[in-house]
């Protein structure tokens, strides 16, 4: 028994190693069954599935789905499905149940998301979700999310396991924002129109990793105002490999 134990354990561990992390491109598709004259409701949605590694391909293809679920659903109802056909049944179905209720009005509904992977590594997988929608009102909502991965386990890395010392990267990474947008260097981070937090600086909730360098991304809303659009900072892998952890 001891032997059969130990010879599966090796078998799999030869599977394992004979297989390298792939990943395949994924598209979906669903439109309103309302009729509708023209701008019908859709949502398209393209992503990269991983596959051939089994429990890491598992753990990042859940951790994408579930970052596209909080872009996709609309209802208060907790969403347990994992099935992307059933999602974005859910983003049209929310349409036309108020197309239902209000009949005489027209008002444009749509949604498209693109993932790519845009930087891997034997440290670091990153995944870019650009996405927009549209669910009625003056504009739409569109921005950027980073999915950063371990490549051999597929579990998350969060942004702050990518500095040795985040403390001071971020004082660095402010020098440089302030000089690029004009703000005094001793007056407030909004002293030009920025809408930081309690008036501090802080590093954005994407930070993407590029074949040149680290690019971080202020989406719409989280450091200025829609009109005033998403703000970047991108810093060349020469310039910053003191302050990072994981490259």
């Not at 051939?52 to 609309?74: G, M, Q």
């Not at 499905?81 to 929310?94: K, P």
Request: a neutral charge.
């Amino acid at each position: 028994m001891k032997q059969i134990i130990i010879l599966s354990g090796m078998l799999f561990l030869l599977i394992s190693c004979s297989s390298e992390l792939a990943f395949e491109k994924r598209s979906f598709t669903k439109k309103t069954t309302l009729p509708c004259k023209k701008n019908c409701p859709e949502i398209n949605v393209k992503i990269p599935f991983a596959k051939d590694v089994p429990v890491v391909a598992d753990s990042i293809n859940k951790k994408v789905f579930l970052a596209l679920k909080e872009i996709i659903y609309l209802e208060k109802k907790p969403f347990h499905s994992t099935n992307y056909n059933e999602l974005l049944a859910s983003f049209i179905q929310s349409y036309e149940k108020i197309q239902k209720e209000f009949p005489n009005d027209t008002f444009g509904w749509e949604g498209e998301i693109n993932g790519d992977i845009i930087y891997q590594s034997d440290s670091i997988l990153n995944i870019r979700i650009d996405h927009y929608t549209f669910t009625g009102g003056a504009h739409g909502y569109e921005g950027l999310q980073s999915l950063l991965f371990d490549p051999d386990t597929g579990k998350s890395i969060s942004n702050d396991k990518l500095f040795k010392n985040k403390n001071a990267f971020k004082a660095f990474a402010e020098k440089k924002f302030r000089a690029k947008y004009n703000i005094p260097e001793n007056g407030s981070i909004n002293a030009t129109g920025f809408q930081f937090e309690e008036d501090k600086f802080e590093l954005p909730q994407n930070i993407f990793y590029t074949d040149k360098g680290l690019l971080l991304h202020y989406n719409q809303y989280e450091a200025a105002s829609y009109s005033d659009g998403p703000k970047e900072l991108f810093f060349p892998y020469t310039e910053i490999n003191e302050f990072l952890a994981i490259k």
